[in-house]
T-cell receptor
Framework: AQTVTQSQPEMSVQEAETVTLSCTYD???????LFWYKQPPSRQMILVIR??????QNATENRFSVNFQKAAKSFSLKISDSQLGDTAMYFC???????????FGTGTRLQVFP | GAVVSQHPSRVICKSGTSVKIECRSL??????MFWYRQFPKQSLMLMAT?????????EQGVEKDKFLINHASLTLSTLTVTSAHPEDSSFYIC????????????FGNGTRLTVT
């Protein structure tokens, strides 16, 4: 069975600074997807970034980038130039290839301070 | 873009009653939908996979007789919490797979269920 671990329950960062959220996972699969989702106080789940395991290049989306280390089964999220609107819960998630079932980590609550 | 609509957003019911939550795909057909449950300050836990025209697939530990799922059309899945108890109070979120390249899953806005 796959598991996703987020070891940081809470993080804080000052506006305009950079913060990195950690995520590790355990799987015996070779083909899979990894995601970071954001859940603001509205509770709406918002996709931040996704990474296909077969791609060596780290995914980037504007201020968001990942450090994907497949051998180490690590998938950290870096948020650059943090903004107040980045304050939210962040969930790392795993999806086995050819399935649509997401397995979520326990989440990291990020607070961005002015 | 694709939108998943969930209704109601909040519901309060008395213990012993049943409540139905709807999940609709608004501009795409969803042969598969997923129901998640989220306790306060916790992660999302997959409850079941809803399949159009067939029985839902429940995750281990989820009571299928308590959480009835019906996926009668390509745009609607319903979750009925039967004989609700206070411990069923939670945040329920549905999601649907579009098959598009931009995002594999779209989430509804969730339903906060409070059982008194």
């Amino acid at each position: 069975a796959q598991t996703v671990t987020q070891s940081q329950p809470e993080m804080s960062v000052q506006e305009a600074e950079t913060v990195t959220l950690s995520c590790t996972y355990d799987t015996s699969e070779n083909n899979y997807y990894l995601f970071w989702y954001k859940q603001p106080p509205s509770r709406q789940m918002i996709l931040v970034i996704r990474q296909e395991a077969y791609k060596q290049q780290n995914a980037t989306e504007n201020r968001f980038s990942v450090n994907f280390q497949k051998a180490a089964k690590s998938f950290s999220l870096k948020i650059s130039d943090s903004q107040l609107g980045d304050t939210a819960m962040y969930f790392c998630a795993f999806m086995k290839y050819n399935t649509d079932k997401l397995i979520f980590g326990t989440g990291t609550r990020l607070q961005v301070f002015p | 873009g694709a939108v998943v609509s969930q209704h109601p957003s909040r519901v309060i019911c008395k213990s012993g009653t049943s409540v139905k939550i709807e999940c609709r795909s608004l501009d795409f057909q969803a042969t598969t939908m997923f129901w998640y449950r989220q306790f306060p300050k916790q992660s999302l836990m997959l409850m079941a996979t809803s399949n159009e025209g067939s029985k839902a697939t429940y995750e281990q530990g989820v009571e299928k007789d308590k959480f009835l799922i019906n996926h009668a059309s390509l745009t609607l899945s319903t979750l009925t919490v039967t004989s609700a108890h206070p411990e069923d109070s939670s945040f329920y979120i549905c999601s649907a797979f579009t098959g598009g390249e931009d995002s594999p899953l779209h989430f509804g806005n969730g339903t906060r269920l409070t059982v008194t």
